[in-house]
């Protein structure tokens, strides 16, 4: 970005920040991430469910600003064009909130160390939502999601991974903060190291995605409960994903990206304080199917609830 570009848009933040001065236009929530994590259809149900929650109708692309080293108030124009709009369901009394959503942020803000405190700095009683979906299954559906975009060309997700006759995916090595870093945008430990250093634990809350997919209702009542605003006793169907997803993940590819994953999980067990049962009956479900079908040992059981595994 040039010199002069970058002092352009000072100038309209200035003005920006000017108009909703005192306005009480802040974002008081954040849904930052994770990428095919479910924060399209949690967007939707809160605009539709919600009756305290104004959220835009699209997802917020904060994160391009700020890493442009611009202060995020600009963004609170955002909520106040949609409430002028009528694009919320926002309630205008004391206990209505306003919020974005922008599944990149916590991935690119683990490489950008100054965007959480910015983002602290801006409202220093943010709350964060992040959900989480298991990483092998997120990057499937990030590679199928660009292919039915035409914006990867790569025939074979092997090789949108770098997994193709590699112990480990060549592609978690090489520099972050792409678009189509399917590999590293699961490496969850790191984005929540860097997120726990600014932000306190009782402004965060993580959210299992194969949960969302198996009991909705209860999961995003529990995000409303966070964020302070009534839970609903029923659902909209407001969102149905779209798409040809028409890639699958081969053995060899899911042994290259079960090892790349292992230790980032690990370490992520290790900042929640418990594992994620979900993923882990899923990979030893997985890893039986495997050995039975090699071994032509004795069929496995199902480890796992149906509803929770095989989410693409």
Request: proline share 4%; aromatic share 10%; with cysteine.
């Amino acid at each position: 970005m040039s010199r002069v570009t970058r002092q352009f848009i000072a100038v309209v933040v200035c003005l920006l920040e000017a108009l909703c001065a005192g306005t009480g236009n802040t974002l008081d929530f954040i849904v930052a991430g994770a990428q095919k994590a479910g924060t399209t259809a949690l967007r939707m149900h809160m605009q539709v469910c919600a009756e305290f929650i104004c959220v835009p109708t699209d997802e917020s692309h904060m994160i391009e600003t700020m890493a442009s080293g611009v202060q995020p108030p600009a963004y609170a124009h955002v909520v106040a064009m949609a409430k002028l709009e009528g694009r919320c369901n926002s309630s205008e009394g004391a206990g209505s909130i306003s919020g974005i959503t922008d599944p990149k942020f916590a991935y690119l803000a683990s490489h950008r160390k100054l965007l959480w405190r910015q983002l602290d700095k801006y409202n220093p009683g943010i709350r964060v939502v992040i959900l989480l979906r298991e990483p092998i299954q997120r990057a499937l559906s990030a590679y199928n999601m660009e292919v039915a975009r035409g914006g990867d060309f790569r025939e074979h997700f092997g090789e949108a991974v770098g997994c193709e006759g590699a112990h480990l995916p060549m592609s978690a090595y090489q520099k972050r903060g792409g678009r189509l870093d399917y590999v590293q945008r699961g490496f969850y430990d790191e984005q929540l190291a860097s997120l726990y250093r600014v932000i306190p634990t009782q402004r965060i809350l993580i959210v299992v995605s194969e949960h969302t997919f198996s009991d909705p209702l209860q999961v995003y009542n529990r995000i409303f409960n966070f964020l302070g605003v009534p839970g609903v006793d029923r659902l909209e169907v407001v969102f149905q994903r779209r798409g040809s997803h028409t890639h699958g993940v081969s053995e060899e590819v899911y042994a290259c990206l079960r090892r790349a994953f292992r230790q980032h999980n690990d370490r992520l067990y290790t900042l929640l304080g418990r594992s994620i049962g979900d993923w882990e009956c899923w990979y030893a479900e997985h890893d039986a199917v495997n050995s039975y079908l090699a071994n032509a040992t004795d069929p496995p059981l199902a480890l796992c609830p149906y509803s929770r595994v095989g989410v693409i």
